[in-house]
């Protein structure tokens, strides 16, 4: 099983950036799969998770109206789109993956974690 993360890096404030996860190794379409954010010294922050269907989407309060979760099922692949993005949305992001919606912001109910990818917001 792999999930791998990719799209972080540098952007201004304001900005926008897409992330992708990859995954392999397990049937994506039977899974629900989300995004966590963590910060060194603070505990991994539920952002989105997005249901099988492509359409049931939940996100955290944080994120909500600017963030967008989507799922690409023939590709088996995962993305967060950020919008106006802000200084404290600074943060190392992982996908994840699970078997149902239930504890989404709950990261022990997780199955499978990607290896997480460098988002960083500064002027």
């Known amino acids: 099983v792999r999930l791998q993360a990719c799209g972080g890096g540098l952007v201004q404030p304001g900005g926008y950036l897409r992330l992708s996860c990859a995954a392999s190794?397990?049937?994506?379409?039977?899974?629900?799969v989300g995004w966590f954010r963590q910060v060194p010294g603070k505990e991994r922050e539920f952002i989105a998770l997005i249901g099988w269907d492509g359409i049931t989407t939940w996100y955290g309060d944080s994120v909500k109206g600017r963030f967008s979760i989507s799922r690409d099922n023939a590709k088996n692949t995962l993305y967060l789109r950020m919008n106006s993005l802000k200084p404290e949305d600074t943060a190392i992001y992982y996908c994840?993956?699970?078997?149902?919606?239930?504890?989404?912001?709950?990261?022990?109910?997780?199955?499978?974690w990607g290896q997480g990818t460098q988002v960083t917001v500064s002027s």
């Open positions: 994840a993956a699970k078997r149902s919606g239930k504890d989404r912001t709950t990261m022990r109910s997780y199955d499978y």
């Open positions: 190794g397990f049937t994506f379409a039977d899974y629900f």
